[in-house]
């Protein structure tokens, strides 16, 4: 049971450290997020899907706002199917600097890891909460 609850913890680790990484990146500088997709990443914005890291930062870096600030409520991560894999779901709100009140969102990762220790997003999916 040890092996199981240290595996848990370090499951837990990386998705809030890979969650803190990538909303900062997000916030000050969209366009370095580049780094953390692949050419076969897929992202599902809104409804919209895309693939590969050029039409993904694209849609990322062309979105109607210039300043945000996103505010995390909760990551919850588990251990995916894949070997070393971690899925990672997200709420929270995000504050535009066009907005008067914070609009609420939902987005999940599937993290896969890479030969050099790190891990890239497979797949992202983004969804407003309205209502």
């Known amino acids: 049971m040890q092996k199981q609850e240290k595996m848990e913890e370090q499951v837990q680790m990386v ?5 803190e990484h990538y909303y900062h990146l997000f916030d000050s500088d969209r366009s370095s997020l580049s780094s953390l997709y692949h050419q076969s990443s897929m992202l599902t914005f809104e409804g919209q899907k895309l693939q590969g890291v050029d039409d ?3 849609k990322i870096n062309q979105l109607p706002f210039d300043k945000c600030h996103h505010l995390i409520s909760t990551i919850d991560s588990q251990p995916s199917s894949f070997a070393g894999g971690i899925v990672v779901f997200v709420s929270g709100s995000l504050r535009l600097s066009c907005e008067e009140h914070p609009l609420r969102f939902s987005q999940m990762f599937h993290l896969i890891p890479t030969r050099q220790g790190s891990f890239y997003v497979q797949n992202d ?6 209502g």
């Open 15 to 19: 998705g809030r450290a890979f969650v």
């Open 56 to 58: 993904i930062c694209s």
């Open 125 to 130: 999916i983004f969804r407003l909460n309205y």
